[in-house]
């Protein structure tokens, strides 16, 4: 599965050198590409700063912030109210994001020093657990009605329902949303051979998932009449000869149609489907190489596909190319 930006949004610095005059300084200030990722230690909305591993880093207003499923209106968001389950080792409850994991990408000015943001991402911390259905009674296609219960390798499942991370609909492998009224696993009958997959983070009870997804022949299709793609990774590498765009995601049915891809009212390109090997889905994967006439990675894209779209965040990769001071 892919994550909008778990673990791997960041700036790759190749090839980065700065040139000194003996005995001088440049004239002018330069700015550096930077990235971060580690815990998150403060945030302070009314000063636009936020500490990482102990660097402080100023998030101008209007800078975009991220969580797994949401786009957040600003740096308040990130503290304030708790997220269910998680304490400190005293047992009071943390402050929103704080004590997660942030990723922030910005520039470093080489004069002053200060760290300045371009963009944020932030989770509660990069658990995942991968493996067995091992029990299951569900009610409601999402499994969450009165009496419904999902375990995963014997973890309790539990949505988050927070608006700065809810999670979606459940979904297969594919990333369709599927329907789990009526899946029914006894742990005392053994492995179900069902696999399921989660993301978000354990609270010593409790799995709180953003995302959880199931096999693709474990649950019927929440909207199996109607065409649906999905985007499972989207990666773009900006050069100084264009930009460089990978995107792959999914189909049904799988009828060799289509997918455009776009973003806002610039289009990429377009490509077939192919099928997976499993009737009703097809798979695309989509690349621009090095394409002069695009010269900026966007933040994110849109498939489009037999009238149905999906939307994903672009891990983005940036080679600078730095003038001599």
Known sequence: MSRQVSGTRGITLAGLALTFLAGTMPVAAQTVPFSLEGPLSSVAPNQNLMVVMKARVTVPPGTPITTPTRELTGLSDLVGKPLPGRVDALGAPIPGFLKGTAI????????????????????????????????????????????????????????????????????????????????????????????????????????????????????????????????????????????????????????????????????????????????????????LGGNPSFAVCPANVTAEFGGATASSAVNIIIDPVLAAP
Do not use: K, W
């Not at 289009?267 to 009703?280: A, R």
């Open 104 to 287: 922030i990408n910005g520039t470093i000015n080489d004069l002053t020093g200060e760290l300045v943001a371009t963009d944020v991402f932030a989770e509660p911390a990069e658990n995942v657990t991968i493996g067995t259905i091992t029990q299951a009674n569900c009610t409601t296609p999402r499994c969450i009605g009165p009496g419904s219960i999902i375990r995963i390798n014997g973890t309790l499942m539990r949505p988050l329902g927070d608006p700065r991370i809810a999670a979606g609909p459940v979904t297969n492998e594919f990333g369709f949303p599927v329907d789990l009224t009526g899946l029914v696993v006894n742990p005392l009958l053994g492995p179900s051979g069902i696999t399921g997959e989660a993301e978000g983070y354990f609270d010593g009870l409790v799995f709180r998932y953003f995302l959880l997804s199931v096999g693709a022949g474990a649950a019927p299709l929440l909207n199996a009449n109607v065409a649906e793609v999905s985007v499972t990774r989207a990666q773009c590498r900006q050069r100084a000869g264009g930009i460089e765009l990978s995107v792959l995601g999914n189909t049904h049915p799988d009828n060799g149609g289509l997918v455009t891809i776009t973003n806002g009212g610039t289009t990429f390109g377009t490509v077939n489907t192919i099928t997976t090997g499993i009737v009703g889905f097809g798979t695309y994967t989509f690349d």
